[in-house]
């Protein structure tokens, strides 16, 4: 939650610390892979992912993002490629 709260304050590489730290801890948390891709994309929030231009079939973070999230939240990621379309 702190590194969501980073994200917010638009503070990305202290948000980036904060998930490799879960990541270290538990490396199949898939809010920490999400955290990883805002802070990549410098967004901040999980809605904005659709308005990116950057894509993110083929990106990494997103990628785990959707392999480790749970069924409903696997749905809103893979909405959020929709929105681009």
């Known amino acids: 939650e702190r ?4 994200i917010k304050d638009g503070e990305f590489s202290k ?13 199949k948390n898939w809010r920490a ?11 901040k929030s ?3 992912l659709g308005m990116s231009y950057t894509p993110l079939t ?3 973070l ?10 409903n939240e ?3 990621l893979l909405a959020q490629i ?3 379309q």
């Open 33 to 43: 892979y999400l955290g990883k891709l805002l802070c990549s994309l410098n967004l």
């Open 58 to 60: 083929g990106n990494s």
């Open 82 to 84: 929709q929105l681009r």
């Open 62 to 71: 997103y990628n785990k993002a959707v392999e480790y999230a749970p069924a």
């Open 3 to 6: 590194g969501f709260i980073f």
């Open 74 to 76: 696997k749905e809103q």
């Open 15 to 27: 948000a980036d610390e904060y998930f490799e730290r879960v990541l270290d801890a538990n490396p």
């Open 46 to 48: 999980p809605e904005k």
